[in-house]
């Protein structure tokens, strides 16, 4: 006796759909604050957002989705991935992760040279950190930046 109880379709769809959304969710996040960041330089807008955060988010939706390939073809179709199958899922995964070390700092280098270009400076008043999620703020010049600190404390404070 193995004590071996198979997963019921529902609980088996439920668990690779968790990677799907995971996927989706990284993606999403990714292009919505990079274009963000992109419409910011493009526009000269005296206020400029680059969320490094979410650059993580490209490689953590590749690898997201190597999982999620993976596991719905074992858990949903209950067959054994293919060993070719199995290599480029893995080699997925792997460039996921690449990407994901890679691409924060690559455009973080890039945003720090356009800023330098366009004579932008860090607004440390209003930047936000957590561990290595960071969103970096960055103004035309002294008196946007108070004046968005300004705004944002008063915002915060309910006045």
Not at 52 to 73: H, N, P, R
Request: proline share 2%; charged share 20%.
């Amino acid at each position: 006796m193995t004590g071996k109880t198979k997963s019921s379709l529902l609980e088996r769809f439920l668990g690779a759909s968790l990677f799907f959304v995971l996927s989706v969710a990284s993606i999403v996040w990714f292009i919505l604050s990079a274009s963000s960041s992109v419409s910011d330089i493009i526009s000269s807008d005296p206020v400029l957002n680059f969320d490094k955060g979410a650059m993580y988010m490209l490689g953590g939706s590749i690898g997201a989705f190597s999982l999620f390939i993976g596991v719905a073809y074992h858990s949903i179709f209950s067959r054994k991935v293919p060993e070719k199958v199995e290599k480029t899922l893995i080699r997925g995964a792997i460039f996921g992760v690449l990407i994901m070390i890679l691409v924060p700092q690559v455009t973080h280098f890039g945003i720090g040279r356009i800023v330098h270009e366009r004579q932008y400076i860090e607004c440390h008043q209003v930047e936000y950190r957590w561990l290595l999620y960071k969103k970096y703020v960055y103004t035309k010049n002294q008196d946007v930046c108070q004046n968005l600190a300004t705004e944002i404390s008063k915002s915060s404070s309910g006045r």
